[in-house]
């Protein structure tokens, strides 16, 4: 398995950015698809975005579209995700996640998980 370490979280106000990285450590990085997933207290883990090997191919959640951008740099083992025009519906703990099949939005198709770091969006 691959280890992951987010970093980038913190408090923000309506409208503004975060940018939150993971690096990746163990495995050869651009094997994995990776992913973001957020879970807001008393919800269920929710898909925010992945990317492919390459960077090629992106997905979106409907919730974020437009406003949230991933990349990813394979040089440095590390993914990003771009937070722009943050709402405080947003707030919740984002995971970065790696999986060894196509891209894809389902949790069960990511093996390895991060601890997560926290995203607050203040009114």
């Known amino acids: 398995q691959v280890q992951l370490v987010e970093s980038g979280g913190g408090l923000v106000q309506a409208g503004g950015s975060l940018r939150l990285s993971c690096v990746a450590s163990?495995?050869?990085?651009?094997?994995?698809?990776m992913g973001w997933f957020r879970q807001a207290p008393g919800k269920e883990r929710e898909f925010v975005s992945s990317?492919?090997?390459?960077?090629?191919?992106?997905y979106y959640s409907d919730s974020v579209k437009g406003r949230f951008t991933i990349s990813r740099d394979n040089a440095k083992n590390t993914v990003y995700l771009q937070m722009n025009s943050l709402k405080p519906e947003d707030t919740a703990v984002y995971y970065c996640?790696?999986?060894?099949?196509?891209?894809?939005?389902?949790?069960?198709?990511?093996?390895?998980w991060g601890q997560g770091t926290q995203v607050s969006v203040s009114s």
């Open positions: 996640a790696a999986g060894s099949s196509l891209i894809s939005r389902r949790a069960a198709d990511f093996g390895s």
């Open positions: 163990g495995r050869t990085f651009s094997n994995y698809v």
């Open positions: 990317i492919s090997w390459a960077g090629a191919r992106n």
